[in-house]
């Protein structure tokens, strides 16, 4: 059986705030999925070989899918201020998928 991750250890290995690991785990990330987790009681545990497809979507792609939730868009900000911030993040999420790859 496969070792269940914290979600800790999860942020730790994606070099990320708990808290955004949290609201991926949630909400999803804008044009990504959500992180694929397993709730033990009221604690969310992560399996290492669900994280590591979830960073890899092309390698996912090649394995059969479960049936996905549909995607609900956002309705789009007047101001640029959030699409800058999202731009900000999705840089440093591409930055730990890289640094996860490389080790």
Known sequence: MEKLLKAEEVAEMLSVELSTIYNWSHKGKRGVSKIPFLKV?????????DIE???????????????????????????????????????????????????
């Open 53 to 103: 497809a979830w960073l890899c979507p092309k390698e996912r792609e090649s394995k059969p899918q479960p049936d996905k939730e549909p995607e609900i868009k956002k309705p789009k900000t007047k101001t640029g201020h959030r699409k800058k911030k999202n731009l900000y993040i999705d840089s440093l999420v591409e930055s730990a998928k890289a640094d996860v790859l490389i080790d």
């Open 41 to 49: 009681g009221a604690c969310l545990r992560f399996r290492q070989s």
